[in-house]
C-alpha cells in the first residue's frame, strides 16, 4: 500500500478523518514523515517556508483530512511581576529572533539557558512546563524559522524566512533609522 501524502493545507473548519500530534521542530518543516495517532504513517511534503500550526489542516493524496494539534513538549514559561515587565522581557526576546508564544500573563519559548539567564537578569521568573508550543507566526504572515543550534542544543541563530520577502536578511538590526 502507498503512503499517504500531504501536500497541501486546507480550511481548517473541515472535520478531520484523522490526527496528528507534532512538536514545534516539525510544524516548521515542509517535509517530513509522521505517524497519525491513529497508528498510521503519512509523508508531508508542502511548499518550501509553510508553517503548519495548531489546528491547521492537511489535505492527504486520498482526500482525507488530518487535523494537527501542537505536541506537548518541555518550554520555558516566563512571568514577571508586571505587564511593562513582561513586555520588555518579550522586547528582549524579540530582539533575538527566536520563536515565542504570548499568553496572557505569559510567554513561552523553547529551552535555551542563555535566555534564561537574560530573562531572570531582567527579572523575570522562569520555569519549565510542559505544553503545545504555538508561537506567534511573524510581522509578516506565515514566516518560517530556521533553528542553528550549538552542540548541545541550545542558543544558535535563527534565521526568519517568509515567502514575501525572499531577499530580506535578518542579520541586521531593526532599529528605525533617519534620513
Known sequence: MTMAMAHALTGRNRPADAVLELPFELRERSRFRATLLGGEDIGVDLPVGTLI???DRLLLSDGRVVAVEAAPE?????HA?????LARIAYHI?????????????????PDHVLQAMIEGLGGHVHQVSAGFQPESGAYGHSHV?????DQGHGGRIHIFDARHEGHDHGH????RKG
Open 74 to 78: 518541555a518550554l520555558l514559561e516566563v
Open 81 to 85: 511581576h508586571d505587564a511593562p515587565a
Open 94 to 110: 524579540g530582539n533575538r529572533h527566536v520563536p515565542l508564544q504570548v499568553g496572557n500573563g505569559f510567554l513561552r519559548l523553547l
Open 53 to 55: 500550526r495548531h489546528e
Open 146 to 150: 530556521h533553528h542553528q543550534h550549538d
Open 173 to 176: 538590526d531593526h532599529t528605525t
